[in-house]
């Protein structure tokens, strides 16, 4: 058990990039760092998600709570049993290799875990979902992905309408059936896990929000990015500090922790 006065540790799923065409790195946005440490409050643990490099049994044991990020490349189609095609993109098989018994234990345990973008993705195929590899050739869908060109700001900017399950866990995370959200994804759910609960639509009927039903601790996804301005985002922050909460209740208690729901009943 941590002392009271520690800050809990989130481990921040890294993404491997290349620099200058050869030099490789594993890290993530400096935004999502300081979501954790100046919302959530808690301290940020930068993870290399390589099984070579890290097991998920040393980050369960290290870790109070996760962050799964965004990142460009893709979960792999074989792990939703479909194969590769050019419209799935590029891929990290390291981070398929963490995340997705990651989320599966902590699911198990209860220890708390936020998915974003990439992260929402990896949640749905951990628990037996499938993805659409590119939305926006739907169909009657929008184009979810981020506009090519502008500053960050116009990259970030609010774009479409969320609405939630009537007294659902975001509901009343929000206090809103309905939320402003931005947008900066290619691929999205297709077939949700069989513990999935679909909590969030865009207009367009793509998921945006999701639980896991019966997990008993935080486990909420979101397919926006909420790290953006997330100490004054009216939407980002309630998220995070319910996500820093949770991970305070583990780190103190080291059991499983109080679900989102139990917390707002």
């Known amino acids: ?57 040393e980050l369960l044991a290290t870790c109070d709570g996760f962050l799964l990020t965004g990142g460009r490349p893709n979960v792999h189609p074989s792990e939703y049993g479909e194969d590769e095609t050019p419209a799935h993109g590029d891929f990290d098989r390291g981070r398929d290799a963490i995340t997705l018994p ?47 060109d502008g500053t960050l700001e116009e990259k970030f900017a609010l774009r479409h309408v969320v609405r939630f399950t009537p007294g659902g866990i975001f509901a009343r995370l929000f206090g809103a059936e309905e939320v402003m959200t931005n947008s900066l994804h290619g691929q999205g759910i297709a077939r949700a896990g069989a513990r999935i609960v679909v909590e969030g639509l865009a207009p367009d009927g793509t998921p945006e929000a ?38 305070k209740d583990w780190a103190l208690g080291g059991v499983t922790a109080p679900t989102p729901a139990a917390r707002l009943a």
């Open 1 to 57: 058990m941590k002392s009271p006065k520690s800050r809990p540790v989130i481990g921040i799923i890294g993404n491997q990039n290349i620099i200058n065409e050869t030099y490789r790195v594993h890290g993530t946005g400096l935004m999502n760092c300081q979501a954790v440490a100046e919302v959530a409050c808690c301290m940020p643990l930068v993870i290399p998600a390589d099984p070579r490099l890290v097991s998920v049994e």
């Open 102 to 148: 990651l989320i599966r234990a902590c699911v198990e345990r209860g220890q708390p875990f936020l998915g974003i973008c990439r992260g929402f993705q990896e949640v749905n195929v951990a628990l037996g979902g499938t993805l659409y590899p590119e939305i926006r050739d739907l169909p009657g869908r929008l184009n979810h992905r981020m506009p090519p």
């Open 210 to 247: 999701i639980s896991v039903r019966d997990a008993p601790g935080f486990s909420l996804s979101v397919q926006w990015h909420p790290e953006y301005n997330a100490a004054t985002d009216p939407v980002s922050r309630p998220l995070f500090t319910a996500f820093g909460a949770a991970a």
